[in-house]
């Protein structure tokens, strides 16, 4: 089975911060998506991978960076945390190829206070 | 128009009776569909995976896409409240294309 894990299930964090958030993969898979999700706003993508030191912005990239040194983690970083940024952030790999479908982890839940 | 259009719920049912839930698509490249069920506090995970028209069925769970209507269907028969949870389409045009457009979501509570 896929196993997709996330650093944490909840965090707190300042206005101000810088925050890291980490996702990894043990299916070898090609390509990485971090997501947030809002009530009434369903799935947003901000950014994703395709494969190791590539990334692209998804539909709502501001405020936030990532970075994707070996295949296996995808690392998504707030540089400076806003409470706007307060949401649940999902994390998902595909195999890439001629698969769609996409594989989930836990999420975590930020605050931003 | 939005590109994927689900009706949020929330849906209440009884043990044991058929759902139907859908979702509308304007996109007409979307070949790939999927569903996911997500539990509260939980990540997505993956029901079903229907490539272009016709039906799927997985136990108590059917998968349905109607290319030419641009619509797609999950039927759960015998719902359990192990069901209750909020379930989300989801499509892609295949390819190159990575990106998944997601149904914003529809609650399901199955009361026993």
């Known amino acids: 089975d896929v196993k997709v894990t996330q650093s944490s299930r909840y965090l707190v964090k300042r206005t101000g911060e810088k925050v890291f958030l980490e996702c990894v993969q043990d299916m070898d898979h090609e390509n990485m998506f971090w997501y947030r999700q809002d009530p009434g706003l369903g799935l947003r993508l901000i950014y994703f991978s395709y494969d190791v030191k590539m990334k692209e912005k998804g539909d709502i990239p501001e405020g936030y960076s990532v970075s994707r040194e070996k295949k296996e983690r995808f690392s998504l970083i707030l540089e400076s945390a806003s409470t706007n940024q307060t949401s649940m952030y999902l994390c998902?790999?595909?195999?890439?190829?001629?698969?769609?479908?996409?594989?989930f982890g836990p999420g975590t839940r930020l605050t931003v206070l | 128009q939005k590109e994927v259009e689900q009706d949020p719920g929330p849906l209440s049912v009884p043990e044991g009776a058929i759902v139907s839930l859908n979702c509308t698509y304007s996109n007409s490249a979307f070949q790939y569909f999927m569903w996911y069920r997500q539990y509260s506090r939980k990540g997505p995970e993956l029901l079903m995976y229907?490539?272009?028209?016709g039906n799927k069925e997985d136990g108590r769970f059917t998968a349905q896409v109607d290319k030419s209507s641009k619509y797609i269907s999950l039927f759960i028969r015998d719902s359990q409240p192990s069901d209750s949870a909020t379930y989300l389409c989801a499509m892609s045009g295949g390819g190159s294309n990575y990106k998944l457009t997601f149904g914003k979501g529809t609650l399901l509570t199955v009361n026993p």
């Open positions: 229907t490539y272009s028209s």
């Open positions: 998902a790999s595909r195999s890439g190829g001629v698969y769609n479908e996409q594989f």
